[in-house]
């Protein structure tokens, strides 16, 4: 079945600076990777989310991009705000399977 | 437009009580889902339906049982709860090609 692996565990950053955090996937037929954000005592809510015929997505200070013949996927944020401090979650979904999350990123911004 | 519903939001059990929580939609999803969270940690799958009528294991379904009710209630019942099982609790929902994948706002169960 599906393995997702996520990198760094936790990330530190100032204010203002670029964050990065990237999914593995190991199921070459995944084909959407969604990400979610989940803030202290809430759920988890979709940020931003890429299909596989698509090879980068941007909505304002956030982007994803997919490289499928590595199987991996990153989230950028630009410009961090302290409100970013979050957990993110990675995703790979094939049509008919689950759901397989990776284990998920602290991200601390530092004002 | 509601999303998930989850209730209860917060409950205390004492170790060997029995509870049902509870999660509807109003997304005309198909597919709904159970995971728990324990601090610190990620989302774990604990039951699925991928449609009214059908259930499946996660990949920790022991402990508990699952109840498609119709398309829009998917209930998750511990008939015997343990310490083990105090966790946060997260419903969700999606359409068939995942979509849309959608949280309820969990259930923070204790159990003593």
């Known amino acids: 079945g599906e393995n997702v692996e996520q990198h760094p565990s936790t990330l530190s950053v100032q204010e203002g600076d670029s964050a990065v955090i990237k999914c593995t996937y190991s199921?070459?037929?995944?084909?959407?990777f969604p990400w979610y954000k989940q803030e202290l005592g809430k759920r988890p809510q979709l940020i931003i989310d890429?299909?596989?015929?698509?090879g980068e997505k941007k909505d304002q200070r956030i982007a994803v991009t997919l490289n499928k013949t590595a199987k991996h996927f990153s989230l950028h944020i630009t410009e961090t705000q302290p409100e970013d401090s979050a957990v993110y979650f990675c995703?790979?979904?094939?049509?008919?399977?689950?759901?397989?999350f990776g284990p998920g990123t602290r991200l601390s911004v530092l004002p | 437009n509601a999303g998930v519903t989850q209730t209860p939001k917060f409950q205390v059990l004492k170790t060997g009580q029995s509870m049902t929580l509870q999660c509807a939609q109003d997304?005309?999803?198909?597919?709904m889902y159970w995971y728990r969270q324990d601090p610190g940690m990620g989302l774990r799958l604990i039951y699925y339906s991928a449609s009214e009528g059908t259930t499946d294991k996660g990949e920790v379904p022991n402990g508990y049982n699952v109840s498609r009710l119709n398309k829009r209630e998917f209930s998750l019942r511990l008939e015997s709860a343990a310490p083990s099982q105090t966790s946060v609790y997260f419903c969700a929902s999606s359409n068939d090609r995942g979509y849309g994948y959608t949280f309820g706002s969990g259930t923070r169960l204790t159990v003593v």
């Open positions: 890429i299909r596989s015929n698509v």
């Open positions: 199921d070459s037929a995944s084909n959407y």
């Open positions: 995703a790979a979904y094939n049509y008919g399977q689950n759901f397989v």
């Open positions: 997304m005309n999803h198909n597919s």
